[in-house]
């Protein structure tokens, strides 16, 4: 049987960054992996891409921008009826490299944008100047008619901040705002453990965002987080600005975690190795050594983490666990089982520890 292709394919194109962010989930470094595909390799990347019928390709890295054929590949994709967006720290954005972009059939940009303020943005992303580059870049993006969203990633220290950056993501005119739930896989567990929301927080931040939908004029998404989407359904948020039926399109809406599913998520790592998701990063195989599309149908794996009758523990016998599932990265960072329940998940109550959530 055929399994349906994912929707969103993420490429970490390179290992390069300009940056050295303290969370980076690629454990980026200033310069190129030894072992990145070629050019060669990425363009018969993008014909299995083309060939699987995927919905989204999401170029990232690194800096996919410190790459210099990075505009040649997705001018391919493009041309192979890919639609191409890129995520990016936004530092190395002007307008002459938004309209490059256009030209080569970007369709969107997502801004990293990790704080409210410079000082907390730069110590974040490990660069003076980081936030100001950022902003410059989303100027650029609006003044050359390139559409794009900012990604944020909320942990304790800016869990205060949320308010501000949402405003500035409207203020700067972005689409959407992805907001990250900090999730201690790559880097992260070596920098920033201590950053990660307590289920209180976690609770009290996913609550606060779906209030924040019914007013604010753009999209609010939240990655590695699949009970914002129940609780927006819980509290049958309406937007006053567009239609509820955009919320449908909300990572995990109705779906759950998305690692490995089909009409779901994988990523492509820089050497051609597959993940089910950037949170949950176990081998599924390699693309040099089987074809992307042999390895989204038959991996065992995959096979093990698309039924959620297999889910373990009290998500076994959640409620929520075909709309929710939990995020299976946390789980794996957190137990070492890619099936065990979402330690961050506050919604089965015999998971919480006394005093969690107030």
Not at 127 to 138: I, P
Not at 186 to 211: F, I
Not at 252 to 262: D, E, L, Q
Not at 321 to 342: H, L, Q
Request: hydrophobic share 40%.
């Amino acid at each position: 049987m055929q399994i349906q292709p994912p929707f969103i394919v993420s490429y970490s194109i390179t290992t390069k960054c300009n940056l050295k962010c303290k969370h980076c989930y690629s454990s980026s470094i200033d310069q190129p992996a030894p072992d990145e595909l070629s050019t060669k390799e990425a363009l018969k990347l993008m014909d299995d891409l083309s060939n699987l019928g995927i919905g989204l390709l999401v170029i990232d890295g690194g800096e996919p921008l410190c790459r210099g054929d990075t505009l040649d590949i997705v001018k391919y994709a493009t041309l192979k009826g890919i639609r191409t967006t890129i995520g990016s720290n936004g530092t190395l954005i002007d307008e002459a490299m938004a309209k490059s972009m256009l030209g080569a059939g970007v369709q969107a940009v997502a801004i990293s944008l990790d704080a409210a303020d410079a000082e907390t943005h730069d110590s974040f992303r490990g660069m003076s100047g980081a936030f100001e580059q950022a902003l410059k870049g989303a100027e650029a993006c609006r003044a050359t008619g390139l559409p794009f969203q900012f990604n944020m990633v909320v942990r304790k220290e800016t869990l205060s901040q949320l308010e501000d950056m949402l405003q500035i993501a409207v203020d700067y005119g972005a689409n959407a705002a992805e907001v990250f739930d900090l999730v201690v896989a790559g880097r992260a567990k070596e920098e920033c453990q201590e950053q990660v929301l307590s289920l209180g927080d976690r609770k009290w931040a996913m609550e606060w965002l779906a209030q924040a939908q019914k007013d604010y004029p753009i999209v609010i998404r939240v990655p590695g987080c699949p009970m914002y989407p129940l609780i927006l359904q819980q509290k049958e948020i309406q937007p006053k600005h567009f239609s509820a039926e955009m919320l449908k399109r909300i990572p995990y809406y109705k779906r759950g975690c998305a690692a490995g599913m089909p009409m779901g998520y994988i990523i492509i790592q820089c050497n051609g190795e597959l993940n089910p998701c950037m949170l949950l990063q176990v081998n599924l195989g390699n693309i040099r050594e089987q074809s992307i599309i042999s390895i989204w149908q038959n991996s065992p794996i995959l096979n093990e983490l698309r039924p959620r009758e297999l889910l373990k523990g009290k998500y076994g016998d959640c409620y929520h666990k075909v709309v929710c599932s939990g995020c299976r990265g946390r789980a794996y960072e957190e137990t070492g089982d890619i099936m065990a329940a979402d330690p961050g998940c506050w919604f089965a109550p015999d998971l919480l520890k006394k005093g969690d959530l107030y």
